[in-house]
């Protein structure tokens, strides 16, 4: 698939494939025979939650693990997490934080696996603003209504700074935040990859350390993974085949190691799915802005349900998500 197939196709049928071809998905080497079609739901270029989609593609990874990725790419958050709360998407890679906001209201969802770690911060041009302290009283572009302005929100309150009272925030969608900026319009403001990275490349500096002061704030150990994308999926479609949950995850280990490990291989494949060029890919990389490690979420529940108790904090979350959201997957 290339990037621009990205519209809605209709999802039929995947559900009902599950047990037909379970034992397809117990061995890699046989699984050229057996195809199971995803029906999977996720976010279009240039989001960096697209990013492992040309590596499954070209390495056929999906092939391997006796599936068929078929993702449908979605242009609109909104649209994509609509359809999965209405069960027209089986299961999709997103914010993580809104599994935890569907689960407490009722949706039948299983968190699965991670993906990859919050890839946000506070970029100025000014050399005078180089620390959270530094934002008080200027001007700042964010969207707020993304879970990253959420999390920007635990980090201003580390360095106590209230964007109500201390900043003066215009909401505006990721594109404009770079509009803003370079047209000198704001002092500062919120960015994730791979906007951001590409930013960088254009003489703009990055703000404090936005995942060292979430971490401070919600006391989790140094070093301890700020995840920000995972898998998540309807139980039934969970139920209806355990095996193929497990084929996912691996297909999105393998990527995610195939990226670690073969960078200039990955970052060429990616740059061509998102037309994001190499340099700010690159950069990301040198920065650590972008990480990506698939790991079932149960082994990192400690992280995650300090994270949902973050969002919680700022009004992201109404409810904590009890121990139900998370996949048991079997040993």
Request: aromatic share 10%; with cysteine.
């Amino acid at each position: 698939m290339t990037a621009s197939h990205v519209s809605r196709r209709a999802f039929t049928g995947a559900l009902g494939l599950g047990a037909a071809f379970a034992t397809g998905l117990l061995r890699p080497q046989s699984a050229f025979a057996q195809v199971n079609r995803s029906g999977a739901g996720g976010l279009a270029p240039p989001s960096n939650g697209s990013f492992l989609v040309p590596i499954i593609r070209k390495l056929e990874l999906d092939k391997k693990d006796g599936l068929d990725f078929d993702i449908n790419l979605y242009s609109d958050p909104s649209t994509l997490y609509s359809d999965l709360a209405a069960a027209r998407t089986s299961h999709i890679f997103g914010a993580i934080y809104n599994c935890a906001n569907f689960y407490v209201r009722g949706v039948p969802l299983k968190l699965l696996f991670t993906i990859s770690t919050a890839n946000h911060a506070f970029i100025a041009r000014d050399p005078k603003i180089i620390r959270a302290a530094d934002l008080e009283g200027k001007t700042v572009a964010a969207t707020t209504s993304s879970g990253f302005y959420g999390m920007a929100v635990l980090f201003l309150k580390q360095n106590g700074l209230d964007p109500r009272k201390n900043l003066n925030v215009i909401n505006s969608p990721p594109s404009a935040v770079q509009t803003q900026l370079m047209a000198e319009k704001a002092d500062a403001g919120l960015l994730f990859d791979p906007a951001l990275s590409s930013m960088l490349t254009q003489g703009y500096h990055l703000v404090g350390n936005m995942n060292d002061g979430i971490r401070d704030h919600l006391r989790m150990k140094h070093g301890a993974p700020v995840w920000y994308l995972g898998a998540y999926a309807r139980k039934d479609w969970v139920d209806a085949d355990p095996r193929r949950a497990a084929a996912t995850m691996r297909m999105w280990q393998e990527a995610a190691q195939f990226y670690n490990q073969s960078p200039d291989e990955a970052d060429k494949m990616i740059s061509e799915f998102t037309h994001v060029s190499r340099e700010a890919l690159g950069l990301s990389r040198t920065l650590g802005i972008t990480q990506f490690e698939v790991q079932p979420a149960i082994e990192q529940k400690a992280n995650l349900d300090a994270l949902f108790g973050g969002f919680k904090e700022v009004g992201f979350l109404n409810d904590l998500p009890d121990d139900g959201i998370y996949h048991q997957w079997a040993s």
